[in-house]
């Protein structure tokens, strides 16, 4: 409870951002994604549902730089049981110039990953959008993620649900492999986590390349033979 370890936070700096609707864009995302909003009811060990988190205005702090207090706060842990796994903040003032804002989204690991960040991203922005230009379309709900639960309860009762079980039971009883990586130093056990982050902006030329060369297939492997053909000579008869 007293760590950060597990928070996932997305940044974005705004320029002229109507607050209005993106507070209204933001609950939007929640309704659309239940599961955000849940709290975690410890002695059940289960997810309870719960009301969503208003977008929150933070005025920046004099002399303080903008990056800097947005990292501290995305570095504040969450109390699971009473505030639930997501939070938005609206940072503004301070050292940011007239017009500009940081939205800093920082959500618990128990309920978001890297893959849910591009989707948690586009519905913001569309439902923001729709908002700002006076289009009041209602995304459809998502799939609660008690329905995706229910849905595995209920495969666990047919034959193929009690195939995949047993197939694992069998596979995790026996002694599993340990992957020996490289590092600098030995871990030590129960040492905390101090990861980095290294950032650095790629030329536009690089980036473009990669775009460019990402939907080219790979080229053909060369061809295998034996004898002369493997060597450059002519192929057998």
Same mark, same amino acid.
């Given at each position: 409870?007293?760590?950060?370890?597990?928070?996932?936070?997305?940044?974005?700096?705004?320029?002229?951002?109507?607050?209005?609707?993106?507070? !209204?864009?933001?609950?939007?995302?929640?309704?659309?994604?239940?599961? =955000?909003?849940? !709290?975690?009811?410890?002695?059940?060990?289960? =997810?309870?549902?719960? /009301?969503?988190?208003?977008? /929150? !205005?933070? /005025?920046?702090?004099?002399?303080?730089?903008?990056?800097?207090?947005?990292?501290?706060?995305?570095? !504040?842990?969450?109390? &699971?049981?009473?505030?639930?796994?997501?939070?938005?903040?609206?940072?503004?003032?301070?050292? =940011?110039?007239?017009?500009?804002?940081? &939205?800093? &989204?920082?959500?618990?690991?128990?309920?978001?990953?890297?893959?849910?960040? @591009?989707?948690? @991203?586009?519905?913001?922005?569309?439902?923001?959008?729709?908002?700002?230009?006076?289009?009041?379309?209602?995304?459809?709900?998502?799939?609660?993620?008690?329905?995706?639960?229910?849905?595995?309860?209920?495969?666990?009762?047919?034959?193929?649900?009690?195939?995949?079980?047993?197939?694992?039971?069998?596979? &995790?009883?026996?002694?599993?492999?340990?992957?020996?990586?490289?590092?600098?130093?030995?871990?030590?056990?129960?040492?905390?986590?101090?990861?980095?982050?290294?950032?650095?902006?790629?030329?536009?030329?690089?980036?473009?390349?990669?775009?460019?060369?990402?939907?080219?297939?790979?080229?053909?492997?060369?061809?295998?033979?034996?004898?002369?053909?493997?060597?450059?000579?002519?192929?057998?008869?």
């Amino acid at each position: 409870p007293a760590s950060a370890t597990y928070n996932v936070p997305l940044a974005f700096r705004l320029d002229h951002v109507h607050s209005g609707a993106l507070a !209204r864009a933001w609950r939007r995302l929640l309704d659309r994604h239940p599961i =955000l909003t849940a !709290r975690l009811d410890a002695a059940a060990l289960c =997810l309870a549902a719960g /009301e969503p988190a208003a977008l /929150e !205005r933070v /005025e920046l702090p004099k002399g303080m730089e903008p990056l800097d207090f947005a990292r501290r706060l995305a570095a !504040r842990p969450f109390d &699971l049981e009473r505030d639930g796994p997501s939070r938005a903040q609206l940072l503004h003032g301070g050292a =940011l110039a007239e017009g500009q804002d940081i &939205l800093l &989204l920082t959500f618990h690991h128990l309920v978001f990953d890297g893959a849910s960040a @591009a989707l948690a @991203a586009e519905n913001l922005w569309r439902a923001y959008a729709d908002i700002a230009a006076g289009r009041e379309t209602q995304d459809q709900t998502g799939a609660d993620f008690a329905d995706f639960a229910a849905w595995e309860r209920a495969l666990q009762t047919t034959p193929a649900g009690r195939a995949q079980r047993d197939h694992w039971r069998i596979v &995790l009883a026996r002694p599993l492999p340990v992957v020996d990586l490289p590092a600098d130093r030995p871990a030590q056990p129960g040492a905390a986590i101090d990861g980095q982050t290294v950032e650095r902006r790629l030329p536009a030329a690089t980036v473009q390349a990669a775009r460019g060369g990402g939907g080219r297939p790979a080229p053909p492997p060369p061809p295998r033979g034996r004898g002369r053909q493997a060597q450059g000579g002519p192929p057998p008869p």
